[in-house]
């Protein structure tokens, strides 16, 4: 049984992660912690924990939690990651990074967007944790910086079409929404059941929002060539699922069909990515509580626009899930254990 | 007091009418009809009303109902309109048609995107009735086609840097999003609470929306040149309200300031049109039961996009609130009245 | 134009006193504070008055709140408004207190369930705004207690039966459930989105709710005699409305069409009280946003129980309509000026 | 491997158990019946099952599928259940009902409350299968009737109080509510998104709900005397779940402290019943999509009252899971098999 900690256990990723590792049959968690709530029944934080995690919160000090587990999954504000987790590699352990801090080749880029880097070695080392883009570097890391959210509906949704040069680079815009999970637990008014129910609203509009340079390292990676997006994400009244609607032009005349067999093909293999037949659009009701990514393709003959919709849940695919799916990877085994949940519907 | 009929009262647009035209102190209600449920009370189908209105709802025919009102709105499903209207308007009564009959002024253009159209003549002399754009002859008209939603938001949205040449009209995407009451009052699975809700998914992808055709009239109307526009609806999980990101190019540099200094000015008189400062985005939750368009503006200066944001409630100022606007217009009537209602927040 | 005061405007009630007063068109309201916000454009803090309410929040300063107005609503918090309500009456205002700090004939019950009680004074001569039940009385208090929301709903649910003495006051139940608004605008984990989307809950159970003794104190002075009820409220994933669900035995044999026929003489000239017809229940879905309390009625012949169903929007009839429809009774208004707008459905 | 047929599988019932079942190693379904939708893929009609169930849906011919599985799990509406049953058991096979057919003791109790009995022959010989109480019954049986949601609910919540005597039985109250997947995939304008959303309303007041009798005949089982209970269901605006609010009057003192060591005794051994700490109430959002029942207790020392409040997934432990679970102990799997799914939060 592989010893694991999951660290910053007090928000939606943390109880995620709880949810899925408790029917891994490989794993044991060993460590539960949150600074908050520290020495409270994590039963006590979520009820849905009850009767089957009897564990108290602990304390985050990193060389006991150390002491307690293999491999480390850090759910902790950026910042805060790369506090703690140069203390979990020195120790020998290896670590999945929730976070922001251990996502980006180029520290730069990390301190354009968010704050100076506290931990550049390792940041230089860490393996960016979308499977289907890289799964052998993955298999050997100690260090997984896991995918943002809205990065992996993006990544995922155009990879095929960018490896490809079927589109037009400087074209691309991403319209993404996302469920309120996405928001976090903070107790913020914006978040307020009567602020976001019965409404829909844009934020971080005109390029500002964090994942933005994410996708764009991935994307440029793919294509071979630097790439620079329009993204705007979008509240959704709901707990859970991203759906990006994302806009190209296209180099050629493709029929749909085309592209979903091109689609169908490129991710044949891949256990968790869904390629819908030409005419079925995703939704997120069907991917809820799952680690699927439905993409679906439409083809826009009047503009000559490609138009990708990809579905993920995100706190499974787009955080605990792809974190659990990398950890399978990292220890060799099956991809899909402990992920094999089909989506909740209704 | 004007009298008013309201036909095809069965569906969410119906209902939202009687609800507006009961505030509205110069108009009487006459006669309502539904095909489905004639001989019922209206407070039947529609408990709301209760105790407000005692009127049974009656069988549409037309030369009756013509007999006992002088204004009628038509919410009817788009071709069981145009069989009536001509009727109407024979007898020297004025139609506000809140169908897509007479939106357009090219039969043609209806007929690729519809069906064959009955009645090309009054088609001719109808008029689009966005009072943001053609006030003066909607003042004089006999046949007004009130306008879709989608169109509503997109229009607003984009008028003024479509006037002013602000924007590559080859650029132009709206990714729209609309609460459930869009969809009818209809029983069909797919609208069932728990199909629709707890999940966010797009519809009617690549270029195939009814709505197209008719955003596409006006904005080239608009802008003195043919256009044609990538245009995605999704469905979200609330009762009301339409959310429209629309994306295009800006021809030169300008700044967010100038662009909202723009739109304050260019919608300055309008008294329901509501351009947000700098830094902020609407949301439906904040224009929920009224007949405001709010709009939101943002530029993105790392790929010279300008996106638009804006929110209306399906129902009112892309339905039944207009049809009132477009009647106080019509009847020379001052133009907010038995619209002045506040939106609804929570 | 009586110039009115709203006093504590950050919350949900606030912003509603503020859209129902929009649309009154006897009242002009002069002065609105926040403690929290003040010095802030009143549209900042709720965007849905934005063009409509040009003001600025103001400091809550009784001495020159009280020089702006006639009238004041206090929409603070418990204990918050006795603090400020005595200067107001002092300098000749008329106030209608929202909170429960005016709601009681004894302050010892208040002392009981809240704290201690700062104005025992005003207590005494300030009377309990239910206009159903004592409409003379509210017509010439200088101070009006505005009832909750809870107790608005069962209160009016049971008045007929209890006055009429028909059922066993020793077996009263109300299962009540509310909308989120209920909870107000503060900044708490349990009231975020993610908390309460898609979950059903009790709270307060066993006899702890602070609207037990308002709800007491009102029931046992209809029947004349001291009545103690069993209260469980619950809360529901929606914005507004409360469902009262009333069980009692009935003394008597009593058909639903007698009780029916009762309750529709009893409440046959109120002007927000509709009585459905037998075989209907109410809904929170058909008050929403309106100030009308509808009550259905249900006999278990099995087992001899009446079941009173009552529906109210919490922020309407539950707050700020009542407050509105007590101001227009103390000032001669039409009862129903200012609250005739219908619900918004859906 | 036992094989197993889902017989009538268009419904939320149907999903739920193809989901459930994906997971258990001991299964193999060999057989997906839906008259409505044979010969489509049933990941068309349930995209969730998309690239895991690869079965096309069969007509419902008893015989042919009787050739292919052992246990039959039959969601049907009931009527339709005891049609096909009565083959079933005579080829030998062991079913699983999902309906009402089966759950009675006396054919005369299913024919006041819903039609003729078309088997009365095997309604004698079926087990009621709720585990809790006769899991022993459960183990040998050829036939399980599997307990409706609202029933499960009411039973678990009252089991240690009657079997205890501690409560008078003619004051048992339950006021229950549903999320709205209880009320199925029909397309029906009540359960269509907007006229459920932001809504909450009772229905089939005054003692007329199906469930009643089934709640009565293992109440009064359980009590040793003959039951009769006030029933009230309510519809809420969510998904999933059923929370009870229970009443009764204690026939003694008893602290809740006493209470909660009762059933948590009473329950010790229960692998799905979580009886809750004192001054816990329980949230069907706790429990959703998982086989949970949680029990929370409550007594109103002022009338005397116990409040129990029982939440469970109407999908999991009020159907599907319960009827998984009934198969593990008829196969003798472990009763958690395939079941330890944790529920999904947010």
Redesign the interface.
């Known amino acids: 049984m592989l010893k694991v900690a999951v660290v910053g256990a007090s928000g ?1 990723t943390g ?1 995620e992660l ?2 899925l590792l ?2 891994h049959p490989e794993v044991a968690v060993t460590c539960i912690t949150s600074e908050q709530s520290a020495s409270r029944p994590v039963a006590d934080l ?7 995690y009897a564990q108290v919160l602990e304390n985050l000090e990193p060389v006991r939690v150390a002491g307690k587990a293999d491999l480390i999954f850090t759910a902790l504000p950026h910042k805060a990651a790369m506090e703690v987790v140069p203390t979990f590699l020195k120790l020998g352990k290896r670590v999945v990074d929730l976070s922001a801090d251990y996502r980006f080749c180029d520290a730069a880029v990390y301190e354009k967007w968010y704050e100076p880097h506290l931990d550049p070695e390792n940041l230089k080392v860490s393996v960016y944790g979308l499977p289907e883009v890289r799964r052998e570097k993955i298999a050997g890391a100690c260090l997984v910086g896991n995918p943002g959210c809205y990065p992996t509906s993006v990544i995922l949704g155009l990879m095929p079409l960018l490896k490809n040069g079927l589109i037009d680079p ?1 074209t691309i ?1 991403s ?1 993404s ?1 996302s ?3 996405g928001a976090g ?5 914006d ?13 971080g ?3 500002v929002h964090r994942h933005i340079p994410e996708i764009e390292q991935e994307l440029s990676l793919l294509a071979g060539e630097r790439i ?3 993204f ?1 994400p ?1 509240l ?6 991203i ?1 990006s ?1 994302i ?1 190209a032009r296209l180099t050629g005349n493709h029929s ?1 069909a085309e592209l979903v067999e091109l689609y169908a093909g490129f991710y044949g293999g891949e256990p968790f990515v ?1 390629v ?1 037949p030409a005419g ?11 680690n ?1 990514c ?1 993409i ?1 393709l ?6 000559g ?1 490609v ?1 990708v ?1 990809s ?1 993920i849940d995100n706190l499974v695919k787009g955080a605990a899930g792809q974190a659990v799916q990398n950890m399978n990877i990292m220890y060799g085994f099956p991809e899909t254990m402990g992920l ?7």
């Open positions: 939606y109880v709880l949810r408790y029917c979520f009820p849905t924990l009850r009767g089957r400087s815009i319209d929404k469920g309120t999970s637990r903070g107790a913020k008014v978040n307020l059941f009567c602020e976001v129910n019965e409404g829909f609203k844009a934020y509009v005109g390029g620079t997006i329009t705007t979008h959704v009244p709901m707990d859970r699922g759906l609607t806009y749909v869904r819908l079925n659009v995703p939704s997120t009701a069907h991917v809820r509580g799952s699927f439905d679906g439409s083809v826009d003959s009047r503009t626009r138009i919709v579905a094999e949940l089909l989506p909740v519907f209704p």
